[in-house]
């Protein structure tokens, strides 16, 4: 899947865990739906040249070209359904230890969804090194500042991560086959679909996109916002 697919997939199953997330408050919520948003992105690491590689530079560039070469090529270690979600969410159960490196892991989840949502972006700030850090970072030191060591990190990590892999195992370049690659290469294909082919953009995109809106509106307190005010200004529909 294209990399704006997999963050609003990301973001989608953010805001459909929402009443089991292992957060407070809007803010928290707000965090945890962006967080996962981000991670979907996450997998991609082992390419270089991907949207998680160029994101900040060498920053990104030199961990993504090592990510490679221990996950075996593109699609393969960092996309295997069960050491993906593990792996990545060990390193960051680590991360969330410390506010420096959650901090560190919120920024990258914010950076790589402004990446990946550019598209619906005013501007092109966010495609920009300097100004992808500034935002991202930024961002995160709002939605981190009630809350310096997030233990629920490494769970929005593995959801993003398993999401990104999902999405992938519906393509025709799929996913390898969970643990059995690692001895022999193998690939699991669900569904015939084509990276970026016009059902992804035309029939994908427009669903994740609903489906987001309607979930966040669903799962948070926007509807005891909106609807009295709707009931007030269409008193004929209560």
């Known amino acids: ?53 160029d994101m900040w530079g060498p920053i990104t560039d030199v961990p993504s070209g090592a990510v490679g070469r ?25 991360a969330a230890a410390a506010a420096w490196s959650s901090l560190l892991l919120m920024a990258l989840a914010i ?25 991202s970072w930024g961002g995160a030191w709002l939605l981190l500042a009630h809350s310096p060591t997030p233990e629920w990190l490494p769970w929005a990590v593995a959801l993003g991560v398993l999401t990104h892999i999902a999405g992938d ?23 015939p679909i084509r990276t970026g082919a016009g059902v992804e953009k035309l029939v994908l995109v427009p669903l994740l996109i609903a489906a987001t809106v309607c979930l966040v509106y669903l799962n948070t307190g926007a509807h005891d916002t909106v609807d009295p005010l709707v009931h007030r200004l269409l008193p004929g529909l209560g």
């Open 169 to 191: 195992a519906i393509t025709t370049a799929g996913i390898p086959v969970p643990l059995i690659w690692v001895f022999h290469r193998s690939r699991l294909k669900l569904l």
């Open 111 to 135: 950076g790589l969804a402004l990446r990946a949502l550019n598209f619906v972006i005013p501007g092109r700030v966010e495609n920009t090194v300097i100004g992808n850090l500034v935002l």
């Open 1 to 53: 899947m294209l990399g704006h697919s997999h963050a609003l997939s990301g973001l989608a199953a953010g805001a459909a865990t929402l009443p089991w997330a292992p957060v407070q408050g809007t803010v928290g919520q707000v965090a945890w739906v962006a967080a996962v948003g981000g991670f979907a992105m996450l997998p991609d690491l082992d390419s270089s040249g991907s949207t998680v590689s």
């Open 70 to 94: 221990l996950a075996q090529g593109h699609r393969w270690g960092t996309h295997d359904a069960v050491l993906g979600p593990l792996v990545f969410g060990a390193l960051a159960m680590a």
